[in-house]
């Protein structure tokens, strides 16, 4: 016999040496809550929403854990949402407060992304403005994105976040943030967003007031080539990253946007892909470390650059 793979699997320094997917802590952004007020989240154990006042001190902590970056979602009260969303564009809106804090704590020295998309904003929990038949309106919409991504670039953001999944959302971002003087400020760009179940918990940490679904401007999780598609379009309207989401059900998706994309890669390990873990962990049904390392691993060697997950912190902890 001439061929034994098993001579590099013998030992854990052996492992090691050969290891081909290997995560580094500069790769991954810590996605974070912020509102008026804190406290726990009860559908993602472990995750907590911040006040202004204390995410400055989550940014250092992201920082000196050696984190790439930190991803920003504004929390407002339900007596600030309107139909529009009007907060999310507000100059003292919750997360234009949000990334100065962070900003003022950490400068440069760590890439402050924000979300841009009026879900959290509007009283009906939709990503965009409404019709009159209840449908979002794309274009209009889209418009509402600049505003708010252009707000978010004045505030200090490195990155907006576009996560809507509007029909040429990048195009109209990139020129308002030009015609701003911010064509400094990266776009990292939900390509392949899914209509995912596993958004769940995540609904609960922006107390979501959505009613119904969001499938007309979401991905089928059925569909492959359209998250590429998505991407490629993303792509030719100027974005700086593209994003595949959620990640550990969706990585032949993540793995041909990788060997396509020109620009680097993002995936977000979502609300109920934790919760998922965290649970069976919590009933000793598994090795909670070890799921969480292979689960990480799993998306880098899919191909992407950067991972947004929530157990950020502590898998840098592991890592360095």
């Known amino acids: 016999m001439i061929e034994r793979p098993r001579r590099l699997r013998t030992s854990a320094a052996m492992r090691r040496l050969v290891r081909e997917t290997r995560p580094r802590p500069s790769q991954l952004v810590l996605p974070a809550f912020v509102g008026e007020r804190d ?17 400055g001190e989550v940014a250092r902590a992201a920082r000196d854990a050696g984190l790439g970056g930190i991803r920003l979602f504004g929390v407002p009260d339900d007596a600030d949402k309107d139909p529009e969303g009007s907060q999310a564009w507000a100059a003292e809106g919750i997360t234009q407060r949000a990334i100065a804090a962070c900003r003022e704590a950490v400068g440069d020295d760590l890439v402050i992304m924000s979300d841009v998309c009026l879900d959290e904003f509007t009283t009906h929990g939709h990503c965009g403005v409404l019709g009159e038949d209840g449908a979002v309106l794309n274009d209009e919409t889209c418009q509402l994105y600049a505003a708010q991504a252009v707000a978010q670039a004045i505030a200090g953001a490195h990155v907006v976040a576009p996560s809507g999944m509007m029909d040429g959302q990048i195009a109209i971002i990139r020129e308002r943030l030009d015609e701003a003087g911010y064509a400094h400020v990266g776009i990292l760009a939900y390509s392949a967003k899914y209509a995912s179940a596993f958004y769940g918990p995540f609904r609960e940490a922006v107390g979501s007031s959505l009613r119904g679904d969001r499938r007309t401007y979401q991905q089928d999780p059925a569909n492959r080539r359209e998250g590429l598609r998505e991407a490629l379009l993303d792509l030719a309207e100027g974005a700086d990253i593209v994003m595949v989401k959620p990640a550990s059900h969706y990585l032949d998706v993540l793995a041909d946007v990788a060997a396509a994309s020109q620009v680097p890669v993002a995936a977000y390990q979502v609300s109920g892909e934790y919760s998922m873990i965290e649970a069976a962990a919590a009933r ?9 390392e292979e689960s990480v691993t799993s998306i880098v060697r899919a191909g992407a650059d950067v991972v947004l997950t929530y157990w950020a912190m502590e898998v840098a902890k592991w890592l360095n």
């Open 39 to 55: 406290g726990d989240i009860a559908a993602m154990p472990g995750v907590r929403r911040h006040t202004v006042r204390q995410i």
């Open 284 to 292: 000793g049904w598994i090795d909670r470390r070890a799921a969480i």
